[in-house]
T-cell receptor, first 111, second 113 residues
Framework: NAGVTQTPKFRVLKTGQSMTLLCAQDMNHEYMYWYRQDPGMGLRLIHYSVGEGTTAKGEVPDGYNVSRLKKQNFLLGLESAAPSQTSVYFC??????????FGPGTRLTVT | GENVEQHPSTLSVQEGDSAVIKCTYSDSASNYFPWYKQELGKGPQLIIDIRSNVGEKKDQRIAVTLNKTAKHFSLHITETQPEDSAVYFCAASQSGGSYIPTFGRGTSLIVHP
């Protein structure tokens, strides 16, 4: 039981490049989330999903897209990376009204 | 929507002292209040949670109290140890809504040996 895993762990992008972050969970959770963490800002919700094939916007969705084609995977895409997207990204999952399980994070730098 | 405020942003204590972190929430419909600990370079991990039908919950050196009337809840750590040094987040969510939690901005706890 690996819990929540994230790929990759680190990435450096140039402005304008695109990339996809992959989150996978093996706990059969319905809910999945993408957060970004910046110093002094806590965890800010980017997008979330309440089930396979569904997605919804969170607090800071601009510049990001997501897809949940399979229940166990939640993908976060950056179509044209900007320096303001330099951050640590966390994926989480849960069954809804219970604790969230977080992945180890992806540190992204956009130059 | 829900708004969660967390204080202090930084807390420095000596080993063996107690530490208290406080959070307030705005939506009276919120009824689930978890606390997460984030160690350096890792993702947050649940350490304790409380639901609105109880006022206090304890787990060894950690306790959480909830005051529904005042809409605030607190994390208490007794006999702090250097390994308690981390960032702590509070959150609030409700079972009757979309379950999406709202997080506080975090408290950096430093325990000096």
């Amino acid at each position: 039981n690996a819990g929540v895993t994230q790929t990759p762990k680190f990435r450096v992008l140039k402005t304008g490049q695109s990339m996809t972050l992959l989150c996978a969970q093996d706990m059969n959770h319905e809910y999945m989330y993408w957060y970004r963490q910046d110093p002094g800002m806590g965890l800010r919700l980017i997008h979330y999903s309440v089930g396979e094939g569904t997605t919804a916007k969170g607090e800071v969705p601009d510049g990001y897209n997501v897809s949940r084609l399979k229940k166990q995977n939640f993908l976060l895409g950056l179509e044209s990376a900007a320096p303001s997207q330099t951050s640590v990204y966390f994926c989480a999952s849960n069954v809804g009204y219970y604790e969230q399980y977080f992945g180890p994070g992806t540190r992204l730098t956009v130059t | 929507g829900e708004n969660v405020e967390q204080h202090p942003s930084t807390l420095s204590v000596q080993e063996g002292d107690s530490a208290v972190i406080k959070c307030t929430y705005s939506d009276s419909a919120s009824n689930y209040f978890p606390w997460y600990k984030q160690e350096l370079g890792k993702g947050p991990q649940l350490i304790i949670d409380i639901r609105s039908n109880v006022g206090e919950k304890k787990d060894q050196r950690i306790a959480v109290t909830l005051n529904k009337t005042a809409k605030h809840f607190s994390l208490h750590i007794t006999e702090t140890q250097p390994e308690d040094s981390a960032v702590y987040f509070c959150a609030a969510s409700q079972s009757g809504g979309s379950y999406i939690p709202t997080f506080g901005r975090g408290t950096s706890l430093i325990v000096h040996p």
